[in-house]
């Protein structure tokens, strides 16, 4: 099995900048790639980054510009930069992972989310 294990949300006020932190932990042979969704109330969660463990990421629409994604390979860490925060990034924030681990196949994980509110 692979844990998720997430930090670094919180309130914000618009304009701001937060950092999430999602560390993988487990008997881990890969993750890939490794990202970020979010969910707001009573709407789909959406993809919000992801990256490759070649650091090829990829953005929604509605964050290009003002978040960046990155991942440290060796601490199975993947993080989220958000800059520019608007009332309408609030929302819960997961992390995922697909992943391989010593004896299993790969499959994806999720962590147990962390509220983002930014404040207008």
Known sequence: QVQLVESGGGLVQAGGSLRLSCAASGNIFSINPMGWYRQAPGKQRELVARITSGGSANYGDSVKGRFTISRDNAK???YL???????????VYYCNARAATLH???DDYWGQGTQVTVSS
């Open 76 to 78: 199975n860490t993947v």
């Open 81 to 91: 930069q958000m800059n520019s925060l608007k009332p309408e990034d609030t929302a």
């Open 104 to 106: 299993t196949d790969y």
